[in-house]
């Protein structure tokens, strides 16, 4: 099994600030097939990111992806208000597919 | 629009069982991989059950192989989950998910509420 960890796992800043978040895979993702998700207070979570690196339709192009192997990022060039949210990363590769334990992203 | 419609969640005894359903439309069920993603208070994600476009195979994580079946049926665009001998640690909200192995989690049900109490 594939164990995905997130760091931090709780990153604070300010509307229009820059926000790195990374995912860590204990083996290599099977041809990239890694993803992101954003789940706000009481939603179901939403497919941002696959591939890595391709952006899901309709999100906004501030989110992006990156990495290969083991090492993944997200990264939102200027936080909006709505961008405050927990985030998954997920690994869709191999079997079992596995989530990391989620980066929350708050107001500062 | 790609849909998904969860329900049959509830309060149900430890031991007892329960039979969630999803019903898809906006996109070719029977071409898809389907998946059961549930997520308990407060803590993260888990797939706990998958199933292939045509039935052909089956996943079920170690925490719920032999408790749980999954099963769909491509005339109706519906996905279920039987779950029998529920434990406290299967309280969560279960979503029905478009995805499995090496294909895009894209679409997520709203999600139904199952808690395990007495």
């Known amino acids: 099994e594939i164990v995905l960890t997130q760091s931090p796992g709780t990153l604070c800043l300010s509307p229009g600030e820059r926000a790195t978040l990374s995912c860590r895979a204990s083996?290599?993702?099977?041809?990239?097939?890694l993803g992101w998700f954003q789940q706000r207070p009481g939603q179901a979570p939403r497919l941002l990111i696959y591939?890595?690196?391709s952006r899901a339709t309709g999100i906004p192009d501030r989110f992006s992806g990156s990495g290969s192997g083991t090492d993944f990022t997200l990264t939102i060039s200027r936080l909006e208000p709505e961008d405050f949210a927990v985030y998954y990363c997920?690994?869709?590769?191999?079997?079992?597919?596995?989530f990391g334990g989620g980066t929350k992203v708050e107001i500062k | 629009e790609v849909q998904l419609l969860e329900s049959g969640g509830g309060l149900v005894q430890p031991g007892g069982s329960l039979r969630l359903s999803c019903v898809a439309s906006?996109?070719?069920?029977?071409?898809?991989?389907m998946s059961w993603v549930r997520q308990a208070p407060g803590k993260g994600l888990e797939r706990v059950s998958g199933?292939?476009?045509?039935?052909?195979?089956?996943y079920y994580a170690d925490s719920v192989k032999g408790r749980f079946t999954i099963s769909r049926d491509n005339f109706k665009n519906t996905l279920s989950l039987q779950m029998s001998s529920l434990r406290a640690e299967d309280t969560a909200v279960y979503y029905c998910?478009?995805?499995?192995?090496?294909?895009?989690?894209?679409?997520w049900g709203q999600g139904t509420l199952v808690t395990v109490s007495s």
């Open positions: 997920q690994q869709y590769g191999s079997s079992p597919v596995t």
């Open positions: 906006g996109f070719t069920f029977s071409s898809y991989t």
């Open positions: 199933i292939t476009d045509n039935s052909g195979d089956t």
């Open positions: 591939g890595a690196s």
């Open positions: 998910v478009k995805g499995g192995t090496r294909e895009t989690f894209d679409h």
């Open positions: 083996q290599s993702v099977s041809s990239n097939y």
